[in-house]
């Protein structure tokens, strides 16, 4: 078996029964954080946000996943770019705990997935 398929089976095993309360109480902040964040992005005074967003919605594709702030449904792969971009528009990733900017490059992805 490879590393990449003992993760994933890792992974796969986790149920959240058993994830302790910490874990879970750190992943509701980090997530409500990273939203607040990609909606501060979106207006951010330089147009980055509306400019991901228009992009998004002007490039289309299966309507599979949301553009935060934008109102439409768009492929995975442009909601993922549009919320991203906006999440780092303003750098305000969270960086107190751990010590870098996890949600920003993580989050918008795994809303898209969701």
Request: aromatic share 6%; glycine share 8%; net charge negative.
């Amino acid at each position: 078996m490879t590393i990449t398929e003992t993760l994933v089976e890792k992974v796969l095993a986790i149920d959240y029964g058993s994830l302790p309360p910490a874990a879970i109480d750190m992943a509701r902040q980090v997530t409500l954080d990273g939203i607040a964040v990609i909606l501060a992005g979106s207006t951010e005074p330089l147009g980055v946000g509306r400019i991901s967003i228009a992009y998004a919605r002007e490039t289309g594709g299966n309507p599979q996943a949301s553009v935060i702030t934008g109102g439409f449904k768009t492929s995975m792969a442009n909601a993922a770019y549009a919320n991203g971009t906006m999440a780092h528009a303003l750098d305000f990733d969270n960086t107190w705990y751990p010590l870098n900017h996890p949600t920003s490059p993580t989050l918008p992805t795994i809303l898209a997935l969701a």
